[in-house]
C-alpha cells in the first residue's frame, strides 16, 4: 500500500493568512493526488485532482502544487469558510490510500 | 446534478453483517466513466477506502478488508452495495457511498453512521 503522511496534522491561522499543507507519498504517484476538505458532521469536498487542477467552483485560493512523492495544498488568504479538515488522496494504486488530515483550526 | 444517498440498519451486532445500499439519482451507474466506491471514517478519524465496483461487476477491495466485504452493483435500480460480514465495534464508523473517476471522487454521499454494539 502507498502511505500518504500529511504535516501538519494541525494548524492554527487567522483570517487572512497564508496557509501550506504537505502530503508526502510513500513511493512515487506521478500527479495521482486528489485534496479534499471535510467540515464537520459533512461528506468531504473535493477540491484539487491531479495535483493542481482546481475543481469546478472552489474559489481560487486554494491551489495545489507537486508531482512524483511531495504535494503541496496552499490557501492564499484564509477565510472563515475555510476552518475545517484537509485530506489528501492517491489514486496511483489501488488501495487507494488517504493522508491522515489537517486540521485548520482558528488562531 | 449527480446525488448519492446510503441506506441501511444504523445498528448492527457484533459478529453480524453490515448492510448498505447506495442509490444513486441524477447519473447512471452504467456509465463507461466511473467506480463506484465506498469509504468510511471512525469517528473522529480519518478516511478509510473500502473499496469500489464498475457497472460491469468488476471490484476492487481494500486487501485489509477483502477478506469479509462484497460490493454489488444492480443497475436496473441504479443502486450499489456492502455487505461486510464478521463486523466488530472497529468497523463502527460513518460509511460513504461515492463516484470515483479513478482520478477524483467527486460526488459523495451524507454518510451514515453504523453503530457496532450488541
Known amino acids: 500500500d502507498i502511505q500518504m503522511t500529511q504535516s501538519p496534522s494541525s494548524v492554527s491561522a487567522s483570517v487572512g493568512d497564508r496557509v501550506t499543507i504537505t502530503c508526502r507519498a510513500s513511493q512515487g504517484i506521478s500527479s495521482w493526488l486528489a485534496w479534499y476538505q471535510q467540515k464537520p458532521g459533512e461528506a468531504p469536498k473535493l477540491l484539487i485532482y491531479?495535483?493542481?487542477t482546481l475543481q469546478s467552483g472552489v474559489p481560487s485560493r486554494f491551489s495545489g502544487s507537486g508531482s512524483g512523492t511531495d504535494f503541496t495544498l496552499t490557501i492564499s488568504s484564509l477565510q472563515p469558510e475555510d476552518f475545517a479538515t484537509y485530506y489528501c488522496?492517491?489514486?496511483?494504486?489501488?488501495?487507494?490510500?488517504f493522508g491522515g488530515g489537517t486540521k485548520v483550526e482558528i488562531k | 446534478q449527480v446525488q448519492l444517498q446510503e441506506s441501511g440498519p444504523g445498528l448492527v451486532k457484533p459478529s453480524q453483517t453490515l448492510s448498505l445500499t447506495c442509490t444513486v439519482s441524477g447519473g447512471s451507474i452504467s456509465s463507461d466513466d466511473y467506480y463506484w466506491s465506498w469509504i468510511r471514517q471512525p469517528p473522529g478519524k480519518g478516511l478509510e477506502w473500502i473499496g469500489y465496483?464498475?457497472?460491469?461487476?468488476?471490484?476492487y477491495y481494500n486487501p485489509s478488508l477483502k477478506s469479509r466485504v462484497t460490493i454489488s452493483v444492480d443497475t436496473s435500480k441504479n443502486q450499489f452495495s456492502l455487505k461486510l460480514s464478521s463486523v466488530t465495534a472497529a468497523d463502527t464508523a460513518v460509511y460513504y457511498c461515492?463516484?470515483?473517476?479513478?482520478?477524483?471522487?467527486?460526488?459523495w454521499g451524507q454518510g451514515t453512521l453504523v453503530t457496532v454494539s450488541s
Open positions: 465496483i464498475y457497472y460491469s461487476g468488476s471490484t
Open positions: 488522496q492517491q489514486s496511483y494504486s489501488t488501495p487507494v490510500t
Open positions: 491531479a495535483a493542481s
Open positions: 461515492a463516484r470515483d473517476s479513478r482520478i477524483l471522487i467527486d460526488y
